[in-house]
């Protein structure tokens, strides 16, 4: 899913902030982020500091909901990864029980492909969603993403 960006759709201050974090850090370049649904690509898209691919997931596990893996598009992900061979994959999951849980799983689903998986750094606050994050948490997030042992 690709998304235009424009200049004015970023404020001046949060643009130099940005630019900072870029020339310190570099534009990720990540073939795949994983996220919990399409609204969370949107506030990645806006931080302008990850060009790549994503993947929704339809959700994230909980099991006191009866929402398991099944119920979730974690068998297309597996097909996509070992079709595209992607470089690195990113996590980008809600910082709650239940973004643990399906991070915690998709490390070992994912672990066979034998492709770095990282997860976004805990940025956020706990118990939040990527939708109401500002744009320098997220970028922050994305340049603080820790590796899980794959």
């Known amino acids: 899913?690709?998304?235009?960006?424009t200049a004015s759709s970023t404020p001046r201050r949060?643009?130099?902030?940005?630019?900072?974090?870029?020339s310190r850090i570099g534009t990720?370049?990540?073939?795949?982020?994983?996220v919990e649904?399409?609204?969370?690509v949107l506030p990645i898209e806006r931080t302008g500091f990850f060009s790549g691919r994503y993947h929704a997931l339809g959700g994230r596990l909980a099991p006191l909901e009866n929402i398991g893996p099944e119920d979730l598009r974690i068998d297309?992900?597996?097909k996509r990864i070992a079709d595209e061979r992607p470089t690195e994959i990113i996590l980008a999951l809600s910082a709650d029980v239940e973004g643990?849980?399906?991070a915690s799983y998709l490390a070992d689903v994912l672990r066979p492909a034998g492709v770095p998986v990282s997860r976004?750094?805990?940025g956020l606050p706990a118990g939040g969603g990527l939708e109401h994050a500002?744009?320098?948490?997220?970028?922050?997030a994305l340049a603080g993403r820790i590796s899980l042992k794959v």
């Open 1 to 5: 899913m690709a998304l235009r960006r």
């Open 120 to 122: 976004i750094a805990q």
């Open 134 to 140: 500002d744009q320098l948490t997220l970028q922050r």
């Open 76 to 78: 297309a992900l597996v």
């Open 14 to 22: 949060s643009r130099a902030t940005a630019a900072r974090l870029r």
């Open 37 to 40: 649904t399409a609204n969370d």
């Open 100 to 102: 643990e849980a399906t």
């Open 28 to 34: 990720i370049r990540s073939l795949d982020t994983i």
